[in-house]
């Protein structure tokens, strides 16, 4: 862990443990410039783990942030870019199904300064960074059982998606090969995810180029069954046969 991770990681700590914290103390307590830490604040905002406010920061209560938070940080280059793709994506007025997880909340942290957007979750992070963002998006949080990741599932859950017809369904997930795409969660998980499909018109399949190419426990859907995948590379050229031939659009940088 660098430098600077090891201060974010004690900036993090203790934002949750007082709620709010102030530049003049961190940079005390860290002994670092006030301009270090304002630095420091700015992308941790930026990330979604903390908000900035006017002479510190509040910190944004996830119930299973440190596991979270943790997989946040891997691939995080590649998340961005990914999440930078599908904002470009989402035109003024769209609605958005989004399931948990942490490619999708990168997505939520690209268009948390948007307005013009309808967002409906079952992932309390989500939610919480669309909250707490500086845009005006509208925010639908699915009720349901409360499972990992501070995300809901079960009957209410799938009750309250039928209610929707939406333009796109952003999803994570946990592999992908040539014929389909998986969870490597839990049946319900998978279901969720599935009913989300269902009421979109279109499906984006969020996942860095490590999760193509390999397999999970449960089976989602075929890949005939989906719009698009956004990824952050070139997929390999049996991926890419694979797409081509179930007629679905590849995104990824310069592509």
């Known amino acids: 862990m660098s430098l600077t991770e090891q201060r974010w990681d004690r900036i993090l700590s203790v934002a949750a443990?007082?709620?709010?914290?102030?530049?003049?103390?961190?940079?005390?307590e860290l002994d670092v410039s006030r301009e270090t830490i304002r630095r420091d604040?700015?992308?941790?905002?930026?990330?979604?783990?903390?908000?900035?406010?006017?002479?510190?920061?509040?910190?944004?209560?996830?119930?299973?942030?440190?596991?979270?938070?943790?997989r946040q940080g891997q691939n995080a280059k590649e998340k961005n870019t990914i999440a930078q793709l599908v904002n470009e994506l989402l035109k003024p007025g769209?609605?958005?199904?989004?399931?948990?997880?942490t490619t999708v909340y990168a997505v939520a942290n690209a268009i948390a300064s948007r307005?013009?957007?309808?967002?409906?979750?079952?992932?309390?992070?989500?939610?919480s960074r669309l909250l707490h963002g500086h845009g005006g998006n509208s925010v639908v949080?699915?009720?349901?059982?409360?499972?990992?990741?501070?995300?809901?599932?079960?009957?209410?859950t799938m009750e309250e998606i039928r209610r929707f017809r939406v333009d796109h369904a952003?999803?994570?997930?946990?592999?992908?090969?040539?014929?389909?795409?998986?969870?490597?969660f839990s049946i319900e998980i998978a279901s969720?995810?599935?009913?989300?499909?269902?009421?979109a018109r279109q499906t984006t399949i969020v996942a860095d180029?490590?999760?193509?190419?390999?397999?999970?426990?449960?089976?989602?859907?075929?890949?005939?069954d989906l719009s698009r995948v956004v990824t952050d590379a070139p997929p390999s050229a049996e991926m890419s046969r694979a797409f081509a031939e179930a007629k679905v659009d590849v995104i990824f940088p310069d592509g």
């Not at 307005?115 to 939610?127: E, P, Q, Y």
């Not at 995810?193 to 269902?198: F, I, K, L, N, P």
Request: hydrophobic share 40%; charged share 20%.
């Open 115 to 127: 307005d013009d957007l309808t967002v409906i979750t079952n992932s309390l992070d989500i939610a």
């Open 41 to 70: 604040l700015s992308q941790l905002d930026e990330r979604g783990l903390l908000q900035k406010v006017h002479g510190g920061a509040i910190h944004v209560h996830s119930a299973s942030e440190g596991a979270f938070r943790k």
């Open 141 to 156: 949080l699915l009720g349901g059982n409360l499972g990992r990741d501070s995300q809901t599932f079960g009957e209410m």
């Open 192 to 199: 969720v995810a599935r009913a989300m499909m269902q009421q």
């Open 170 to 184: 952003v999803l994570t997930i946990g592999a992908m090969d040539t014929t389909s795409i998986f969870f490597d």
């Open 94 to 101: 769209e609605s958005v199904m989004m399931n948990a997880g």
């Open 209 to 224: 180029n490590q999760k193509l190419g390999r397999t999970a426990l449960v089976e989602l859907c075929k890949i005939k």
């Open 17 to 28: 443990e007082r709620q709010k914290v102030t530049v003049n103390d961190l940079a005390l």
